[in-house]
Nanobody
Framework: QVQLVESGGGLVQAGGSLRLSCAAS????????MGWFRQTPGKELDFVAR????????YYADSLKGRFTIHRDNAKNTVSLKLNSLKPEDKAVYYC??????????????????WGQGNQVAVSS
């Protein structure tokens, strides 16, 4: 059974940092693009970042460039997201996700096959 298990969320003051981690029990992990999304109540999933299968290519939502960093470790089947200079508007549930195999790149949640359970990030002002 495929599982993506997230950890590392919580409450942080504005300007602070958090690191979210996602551990995947996915045999094809190292073949897949991995992504992070976030969602606030009543809104759709928003793309945050993605990383290529080998970790060489990263891509971020324009509004988050320079503050968030995605990284992966294929030896450990993990992907992480470092959130810096957090703002109250970054409050959301963050999800890691695995893109469908041989699908190229995508920022659309519809193209991602496996999802983590979600991890709450809250930022106090």
């Amino acid at each position: 059974q495929v599982q993506l298990v997230e950890s590392g969320g919580g409450l942080v003051q504005a300007g602070g940092s958090l690191r979210l981690s996602c551990a995947a029990s996915l045999r094809t992990f190292s073949d897949r693009v991995m992504g992070w999304f976030r969602q606030t109540p009543g809104k759709e999933l928003d793309f945050v970042a993605r990383i290529s299968w080998n970790g060489v290519i990263t891509y971020y939502a324009d509004s988050l460039k320079g503050r968030f960093t995605i990284h992966r470790d294929n030896a450990k089947n993990t992907v992480s997201l470092k959130l810096n200079s957090l703002k109250p508007e970054d409050k959301a549930v963050y999800y890691c996700a695995a893109l469908r195999l041989r699908h190229g790149d995508s920022e659309s949640p519809d193209e991602y096959e496996y999802w983590g359970q979600g991890n709450q990030v809250a930022v106090s002002s």
